[in-house]
């Protein structure tokens, strides 16, 4: 069915929004597609809900290709499965909870691993009924707490979830893979570009892990990626390569020394340099000292627990490497509140001689990799003013374990080949994982093997975006003057402009576009008599259909003008032939 612009629910905006930060967030609301409703919640208006619906219809089809089953969980779940496998509490804050008037509770799924283990648990009971994959198109609710750029980080948004229900791991080895070319298939048609990268498992357990992210200068995950042998990984999911042990027969034994004012790392360093110089000839650098960064983590139960972390001095502690490291806990600031509570801590001069499960403090402590046995450092004495010199791990100081907290950067050895790492920013568009059996043991979902046994079955998980896709394919397909839609996944097939005041000119038009209708191509016919030619132009290069047609003076002399909306290229056709070049151009004829 033909569109048209003088009865379509659209206004288009000349303004950017106020609230808009990113590109696909200010050309989707100006363009008419979407209207926030709220933060993070969102209306689809006509143009953006077929923009939806294709990209729902790119999804669907590559997933019922591999053979998986859709089928749809409600939105509103009661309580007691999520009770059953922890994460009532374990979500915390980011899920929407409510009460029927009974009082008794539900909330608004944020993610349905329960509601799919369930389902198979209540009708499959043998292994002959596996390997079976089942997906869902929906609404989930999370109540983040940044929610920013429009559709990229909604707290309503949609999202294709398959599960995939194996015997062992050599079936869930195989469902994996299945997805994943799924997985490739329909990001290449919804064509971004895209990287495929080793991931976290999070929350949810599991072992194998990969997430295609869309990469985007201004994404809110960074990944690195290896030129010399492939490797590419989220940062959260770096593993620093472990220097072997150092030998530190010939390191002195440590010795306190007064270091007045260098609460901070620069100011150390300065000092060194001034009051200690090395006697091997070189500099101190920030890597030789040993920086303790007290944090505060919150666990699902609302317990406090002060961690403390030891980094390299010339590294800050990477806060997304550390949330992903703690969750389900969450990361506050240890603040002054916090100092006070624990006099031990000399703000600024923290050093492992108070810290551990073990020590006066009795925080937990954990060391970067890089702190192997027999490393010299120098770090905090635990009194104001004071530092340690050569204090050698293993030999002086010892921690409750390792953390992969420190940040990741340019440069850094390559786990898996030693090369220098590059990074870049990307959006998450897809997750995949192996879940293994948590989900099967905490629901006790088991089916009878060959010999009669009952076995937990093994879960795979699998995510993508849709709704975050709209708007990632705006982000990498727009210029200075609107969106720039790939065909798939346009609104219309072809935005026809009718322009000037000559009847003629609109009954052509209306013509050309039943023509077309009939045809199976869908137009979006500019009939509006008010608004001048400068506005229609202007209108269609902001909705982006990638294919304009403009009707106008020229039909007077026999022709109208076909336009590549993308290249911006134009020429004139005969306007009793425009069916069949209209045709041509948008690759149907
Ligand atoms: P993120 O790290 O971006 O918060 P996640 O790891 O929590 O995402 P999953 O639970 O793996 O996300 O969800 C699967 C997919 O759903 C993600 O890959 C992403 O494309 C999409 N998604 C997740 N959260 C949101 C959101 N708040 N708004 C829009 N899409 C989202
Ligand atoms: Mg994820």
Not at 157 to 174: Q, T
Not at 278 to 291: E, F, I, S
Not at 515 to 537: I, M, N, T, W, Y
């Amino acid at each position: 069915m033909a569109m048209r612009m003088s009865s379509l629910f659209l206004r288009t905006l000349r303004e950017n929004p106020a609230d808009a930060e990113v590109p696909s967030h200010r050309l989707l609301v100006r363009a008419g597609y979407v209207r926030r409703v709220s933060p993070g919640i969102y209306t689809w208006l006509p143009l953006g809900l077929r923009v939806f619906r294709r990209v729902e219809a790119v999804v669907r089809e590559e997933m019922d290709a591999i053979g998986a089953q859709e089928l749809l969980f409600p939105a509103l779940l009661p309580r007691e499965p999520y009770e059953a496998s922890g994460r009532w509490e374990e979500y915390g804050p980011n899920v929407f909870r409510l009460k029927d008037r009974r009082g008794d509770d539900y909330l608004l799924g944020p993610t349905h691993e329960e509601m799919f283990t369930l389902a198979v648990k209540d009708l499959f009971s043998s292994y002959k009924d596996l390997p079976l994959s089942i997906y869902q198109i929906q609404t989930k609710y999370r109540d983040e707490a940044r929610p920013r750029a429009g559709l990229l980080r909604g707290r309503e948004f949609v999202m294709k979830d398959s599960y995939s229900f194996d015997l062992d791991e050599a079936g869930l080895d195989k469902s994996y893979q299945l997805h994943r070319d799924a997985y490739v298939r329909i990001f290449d048609r919804l064509g971004f570009h895209y990287v495929i990268v080793q991931a976290m498992a999070g929350a949810m357990g599991g072992s194998k892990s990969e997430e295609f992210l869309a990469t985007a200068e201004n994404g809110e995950d960074t990944y690195v990626h290896c030129p010399g042998c492939g490797y590419a990984a989220n940062v959260e999911a770096v593993r620093v390569p472990v220097p072997d042990p150092v030998d530190a027969s010939g390191v002195p034994a440590a010795h306190v020394e007064d270091t007045p004012d260098t609460p901070t790392i620069d100011t150390l360093v300065a000092h060194l340099e001034q009051a200690f110089p090395r006697g091997d000839g070189r500099a101190w650098t920030a890597a030789d000292t040993l920086k303790n960064v007290v944090v505060t983590l919150v666990h699902p139960d609302g317990t406090r627990e002060p961690l403390a972390i030891g980094v390299p001095g010339d590294r800050d502690v990477d806060e997304k490497r550390l949330a992903a490291q703690v969750e389900p806990a969450v990361v506050q600031a240890f603040d002054e509140k916090d100092f006070a509570a624990h006099p031990v801590l000399a703000k600024g001069y923290i050093g492992p001689g108070v810290l551990g499960s073990e020590r006066s403090s009795g925080i937990r402590y954990l060391l970067d990799p890089r702190v192997v046995d027999g490393t010299a450092w120098v770090t905090g004495a635990d009194e104001t003013g004071r530092h340690v010199l050569d204090l050698v791990a293993g030999r002086d100081f010892t921690a409750d374990g390792t953390i992969e907290a420190a940040e990741v950067r340019d440069g850094d050895a390559c786990p898996s080949c030693g090369h220098a790492l590059e990074s870049a920013r990307g959006i998450e568009m897809g997750h995949i994982f192996q879940l293994g059996r948590k989900y099967a043991e905490a629901l006790d979902l088991q089916v009878l093997d060959e010999n009669g046994k009952l076995r937990t079955v093994t879960m795979g998980s699998y995510g993508v975006g849709v709704s975050r896709a709209v708007a990632c394919v705006a982000e990498g397909n727009h210029d200075e003057l609107g969106l720039v839609w790939p065909r798939e996944l346009a609104p219309a097939d072809v935005h026809l402009v009718a322009t000037g005041k000559d009847q003629a000119v609109y009954d052509y038009a209306e013509e050309l576009t039943r023509a077309l209708d009939a045809r199976g191509v869908e137009v979006l016919l500019d009939d509006r008599k008010q608004a001048s030619p400068g506005v229609k132009f202007k209108d269609a290069e902001l909705v982006g259909v990638p294919t304009i047609v403009v009707v106008g003076r020229g039909l007077a002399e026999g022709t109208v003008e076909i336009k590549d909306r993308r290249s911006g290229e134009r020429r004139e056709v005969p306007s009793d032939g425009a069916v069949e070049e209209v045709l041509r151009e948008i690759g149907r004829a």
